[in-house]
Nanobody, 124 residues
Framework: VQLQASGGGLVQAGGSLRLSCAASGRTFSTYVIGWFRQAPGKEREFVAAINWSSSRIYYTGSVKGRFTISRDNAKNTVYLQMNSLKPEDTAVYYC??????????????????WGQGTQVTVSS
């Protein structure tokens, strides 16, 4: 499985961006997909994850109510809609696929495949 994250950019605080994670592979629709982010000088942190049927979705507390994860299995794509962006959301955002589990996990070590990352910069 190859993952390609896109949609990052520079936005003012309060603005919105939509990230996309496009995947290759026929079994993408069965995978849990997660979004993580890493700010300069900080460890990679969990942002959101979604299971194959979109019936289970997890968010980290700091993005609840502002970010929405969704997926379109017909297009092999997962989205992260980010609204009301804050400067502290500035980071490189990565999508990842867990080929083993059926329940979303916040643990980066559980994910098997990673995209290359897309930069999100929120100015104050």
């Amino acid at each position: 499985v190859q993952l390609q994250a896109s949609g990052g950019g520079l936005v003012q605080a309060g603005g919105s961006l939509r990230l996309s994670c496009a995947a290759s592979g026929r079994t993408f629709s069965t995978y849990v997909i997660g979004w993580f982010r890493q700010a300069p000088g900080k460890e990679r942190e969990f942002v959101a994850a979604i299971n194959w049927s979109s019936s289970r979705i997890y968010y980290t507390g700091s993005v609840k109510g502002r970010f929405t994860i969704s997926r379109d299995n017909a297009k092999n794509t997962v989205y992260l809609q980010m609204n009301s962006l804050k400067p502290e959301d500035t980071a490189v955002y990565y999508c990842a696929a867990d080929a083993k589990g059926s329940t979303p996990t916040t643990m980066a070590t559980e994910y098997d495949y990673w995209g290359q990352g897309t930069q999100v910069t929120v100015s104050s």
